[in-house]
């Protein structure tokens, strides 16, 4: 009878969570401590704007109990900050909101998970400290980002699959008398992700699968690359690193056995910078020296989230190109390469997914979006082209003309009610006069604005963007919108 009660409400879980489109997203707790307008907090989050929140990071100790990684900001103890409060309240905005803390990740390691994993006492000291930990701070569900089982700093080696899909099925067992989410982290390409999952198994065990579809490429490579490809780009020519695309990524989880409704697509809300070893050879897989240029806020080399970088793109002259394999935007200036992902290349890849059957997107992470619309879209442009794309709102540009050399961006996307889902295409204006800094509207053009800046002597300098097609700027919600939603005055 108990095993017949597991199965059933285990089915009755997985179709809730299976049924509907999902925006799942991750958010780094540290961002709270970036400098100037990278700070990121729990009072930045748009509740309204994804189906689940992940909290990160908490960890484990060495009897696999869990634990706060950073307890003043993430508890109330000790006068500390109570994010994990802050973070659960957001559900009074959003009752349909569910949140989820995630242990893990990169900076812990595989030796704690796989020695906790191991041991049958020190799994009970995790299920039994998980549940406790959710339950006394209003969490909703569990997402074990464990990087990775059988790798890194594995202490077990192999025998970590077979013990990963263990603690699986205890934490299932054990969170359905409580109706918590069960989620993982999973690494993307067949190569890496044969060495540490039983897929089918642990795919039994999941609401949800986040593969982590990103790094395909980056600073740690001799040649330039794409951050996260759908397809193969160009100058790809059959070596092993050929295959870290999106598309084969999800093609071999789904015929490994993990259902295309559990699975979760990661999309990347940041870009992989390299050096070219010569600046005239700017292509993809051009040879490269090393990590790019590092954020003014995620101060990382080789990583810059894409509020950095898009407003690099609105303040710097960039070359930027369109991989019409790939399906993804590049760029570079001088000796410095960029690939990342913009509204365009996110609904072309939200489009490939809901073709297999694949209707949640996950999101890492949400602070590293455009979250103050600086870059002339609207705040949060990627989200809500995720959002746009979901409700099949947005319809992609699959292939997108070269810029000429110099320019900066140009359109690249059909245009969307809610946001412009193309970067815009800056130019120098001496015709207008800025008053303030910021954005305002041309008032002799209602398809495109201007952003105000102030130059190195501190000067106000009006660049021009233009809108994409059929699209008018609208001062009051400081996006482009269809013109029937704008009130167009010209002079």
Same mark, same amino acid.
């Given at each position: 009878?108990?095993?017949?009660?597991?199965?059933?409400?285990?089915?009755?879980?997985?179709?809730?969570?299976?049924?509907?489109?999902?925006?799942?997203?991750?958010?780094?707790?540290?961002?709270?401590?970036?400098?100037?307008?990278?700070?990121?907090?729990?009072?930045?989050?748009?509740?309204?704007?994804?189906?689940?929140?992940?909290?990160?990071?908490?960890?484990?100790?060495?009897?696999?109990?869990?634990?706060?990684?950073?307890?003043?900001?993430?508890?109330?103890?000790?006068?500390?900050?109570?994010?994990?409060?802050?973070?659960?309240?957001?559900?009074?905005?959003?009752?349909?909101?569910?949140?989820?803390?995630?242990?893990?990740?990169?900076?812990?390691?595989?030796?704690?998970?796989?020695?906790?994993?191991?041991?049958?006492?020190?799994?009970?000291?995790?299920?039994?400290?998980?549940?406790?930990?959710?339950?006394?701070?209003?969490?909703?569900?569990?997402?074990?980002?464990?990087?990775?089982?059988?790798?890194?700093?594995?202490?077990?080696?192999?025998?970590?699959?077979?013990?990963?899909?263990?603690?699986?099925?205890?934490?299932?067992?054990?969170?359905?008398?409580?109706?918590?989410?069960?989620?993982?982290?999973?690494?993307?390409?067949?190569?890496?992700?044969?060495?540490?999952?039983?897929?089918?198994?642990?795919?039994?065990?999941?609401?949800?699968?986040?593969?982590?579809?990103?790094?395909?490429?980056?600073?740690?490579?001799?040649?330039?690359?794409?951050?996260?490809?759908?397809?193969?780009?160009?100058?790809?020519?059959?070596?092993?690193?050929?295959?870290?695309?999106?598309?084969?990524?999800?093609?071999?989880?789904?015929?490994?056995?993990?259902?295309?409704?559990?699975?979760?697509?990661?999309?990347?809300?940041?870009?992989?910078?390299?050096?070219?070893?010569?600046?005239?050879?700017?292509?993809?897989?051009?040879?490269?020296?090393?990590?790019?240029?590092?954020?003014?806020?995620?101060?990382?080399?080789?990583?810059?989230?894409?509020?950095?970088?898009?407003?690099?793109?609105?303040?710097?002259?960039?070359?930027?190109?369109?991989?019409?394999?790939?399906?993804?935007?590049?760029?570079?200036? *001088?000796?410095?390469? #960029?690939?990342?992902?913009? @509204? /365009?290349?996110?609904?072309?890849? %939200? =489009?490939? !997914?809901?073709?297999?059957?694949?209707?949640?997107?996950?999101?890492?992470?949400?602070?590293?979006? *455009?979250?103050?619309? #600086?870059?002339?879209?609207? @705040? /949060?442009?990627?989200?809500?082209? %995720? =959002?746009? !794309?979901?409700?099949?709102?947005?319809?992609?540009?699959?292939?997108?003309?070269?810029?000429?050399?110099?320019?900066?961006?140009?359109?690249?996307?059909?245009?969307?009610?809610?946001?412009?889902?193309?970067?815009?295409?800056?130019?120098?204006?001496?015709?207008?006069?800025?008053?303030?800094?910021?954005?305002?509207?041309?008032?002799?053009?209602?398809?495109?604005?201007?952003?105000?800046?102030?130059?190195?002597?501190?000067?106000?300098?009006?660049?021009?963007?233009?809108?994409?097609?059929?699209?008018?700027?609208?001062?009051?919600?400081?996006?482009?919108?269809?013109?029937?939603?704008?009130?167009?005055?010209?002079?």
């Amino acid at each position: 009878m108990r095993t017949i009660l597991f199965v059933f409400v285990t089915l009755v879980i997985g179709f809730a969570m299976c049924g509907e489109n999902a925006v799942i997203c991750y958010y780094g707790s540290w961002a709270t401590y970036r400098p100037g307008d990278g700070k990121y907090d729990v009072e930045n989050i748009d509740p309204l704007a994804c189906t689940h929140l992940i909290y990160s990071f908490a960890g484990i100790n060495e009897q696999g109990t869990v634990i706060a990684l950073d307890p003043w900001l993430d508890l109330p103890d000790n006068w500390g900050r109570n994010n994990y409060g802050k973070f659960n309240a957001l559900k009074e905005k959003n009752p349909s909101l569910k949140t989820l803390l995630a242990v893990g990740g990169w900076n812990e390691g595989s030796a704690k998970y796989s020695k906790m994993a191991a041991d049958a006492s020190l799994r009970k000291n995790f299920i039994d400290s998980a549940i406790t930990m959710l339950s006394t701070h209003g969490f909703d569900g569990l997402d074990v980002d464990w990087e990775y089982p059988n790798r890194r700093d594995s202490v077990h080696g192999p025998a970590d699959i077979d013990n990963f899909t263990k603690l699986l099925r205890e934490l299932r067992e054990a969170f359905d008398k409580h109706r918590f989410i069960l989620s993982a982290a999973v690494a993307a390409v067949e190569d890496k992700a044969v060495l540490s999952y039983d897929v089918p198994a642990i795919s039994r065990y999941l609401d949800i699968v986040n593969i982590m579809s990103y790094d395909m490429a980056g600073s740690w490579d001799s040649f330039t690359g794409h951050n996260s490809p759908l397809h193969k780009g160009e100058g790809y020519n059959g070596r092993e690193e050929d295959n870290y695309t999106v598309e084969l990524a999800l093609q071999y989880w789904i015929s490994a056995g993990c259902p295309p409704e559990k699975i979760a697509l990661g999309i990347p809300f940041y870009a992989r910078t390299f050096t070219l070893a010569d600046p005239n050879n700017n292509g993809v897989r051009a040879p490269s020296t090393g990590a790019g240029p590092a954020g003014p806020y995620t101060n990382e080399a080789g990583f810059m989230g894409y509020n950095e970088f898009c407003y690099k793109m609105t303040t710097e002259t960039w070359n930027k190109r369109f991989d019409n394999s790939a399906k993804v935007p590049y760029a570079f200036k *001088d000796n410095y390469w #960029v690939s990342y992902d913009d @509204a /365009n290349s996110i609904a072309i890849k %939200i =489009n490939y !997914a809901k073709s297999l059957g694949i209707n949640k997107m996950m999101v890492w992470s949400i602070e590293t979006d *455009d979250f103050h619309g #600086v870059c002339g879209q609207g @705040a /949060n442009p990627l989200l809500k082209a %995720i =959002n746009n !794309a979901l409700k099949g709102n947005a319809t992609p540009n699959n292939a997108t003309d070269e810029t000429e050399e110099g320019a900066n961006t140009k359109p690249t996307a059909s245009p969307v009610i809610s946001t412009s889902t193309s970067a815009p295409n800056p130019t120098a204006s001496t015709q207008f006069v800025c008053q303030l800094e910021g954005f305002a509207y041309n008032p002799q053009d209602c398809t495109s604005f201007y952003r105000c800046i102030r130059d190195s002597k501190g000067a106000l300098v009006p660049k021009k963007f233009q809108c994409p097609a059929n699209l008018y700027w609208s001062q009051n919600d400081l996006i482009c919108n269809y013109s029937y939603l704008v009130q167009c005055n010209l002079v």
